[in-house]
């Protein structure tokens, strides 16, 4: 995956020409004070922004030049997407949340073995509300991998966590990385769940910069 020249502005230009590749088994950390674009990068790669200017390669195949049914299959198929808060549907069990993604090649099995390693065995059965704001980021980091997409991104996935959970799940998104050879990128305030990451990148005045 290759993001090339990418531009974005909102009010304020946000990203002026960043530039990114991830390579397969790869974990990156990306850091950067609060307003910096981190969350707009990450929805370019997701597939939920377009930017102003730049190329998002796939495969060799530009994305932003195909059409949006195409872009929804590589979406929903080939990206996990872990978001800033958790966006759980209110009315769907914890268990429910994945099946709600789930392509046909996944088990029920899956679903409970993906939860049992974030921590969330005991609570398959249990709707949002009755979740702490710790264990709905669990869920969310659990409905990203489900897939088993190619790429994996996730906006602060520790934020609402204490420090064993946010361990928790910083290891089970660098196994995804480097025992079944995902692409994973991770927004973090948490300097101390970096040493999971293989490379760690700052976002500061509109550039990606190695740290
Ligand atoms: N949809 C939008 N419309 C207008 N401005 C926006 C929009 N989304 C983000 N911004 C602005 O763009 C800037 C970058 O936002 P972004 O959410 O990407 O930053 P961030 O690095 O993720 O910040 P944080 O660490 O606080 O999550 C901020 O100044 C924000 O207010
Ligand atoms: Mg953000």
New binding site residues.
């Given amino acids: 995956m290759k993001l090339s020249g990418i531009y974005h502005a909102?009010?304020?230009p946000?990203l002026s020409g960043v530039d990114l590749s991830v390579a397969p088994g790869e974990c990156i950390g990306i850091i950067?004070?609060?307003?910096?674009?981190?969350?707009?990068?990450l929805q370019i790669l997701g597939l939920l922004k377009r930017p102003n200017a730049g190329s998002l390669f796939f495969d060799s195949v530009d994305v932003f030049t195909l059409d949006e049914e195409a872009r929804r299959k590589l979406r929903l198929n080939e990206i996990g997407f872990v978001f800033?808060d958790a966006h759980l549907v209110p009315y769907l069990t914890v268990r429910e949340q994945l099946e709600l993604v789930q392509g046909e090649s996944e088990t029920e099995g899956d679903a409970i073995g993906l939860l049992t390693d974030l921590g969330l065995r005991h609570r398959v059965t249990e709707l949002p509300e009755r979740l702490s704001g710790g264990e709905r980021q669990r869920v969310a980091v659990a409905r990203a991998l489900i897939n088993d997409p190619q790429l994996i991104l996730a906006?602060?996935p520790t934020a609402s966590l204490d420090f064993v959970n946010g361990r928790l799940v910083m290891e089970r998104l660098a196994d995804a990385a480097h025992n079944r050879n995902k692409r994973v990128l991770v927004?973090t305030?948490d300097e101390r769940m970096l040493d999971v990451c293989d490379r760690v990148l700052r976002?500061r005045d509109g550039q990606l910069i190695a740290i």
């Fill in positions: 909102y009010e304020q946000i950067g004070p609060s307003g910096s674009g981190k969350s707009t990068l800033q906006d602060e927004i305030h976002l």
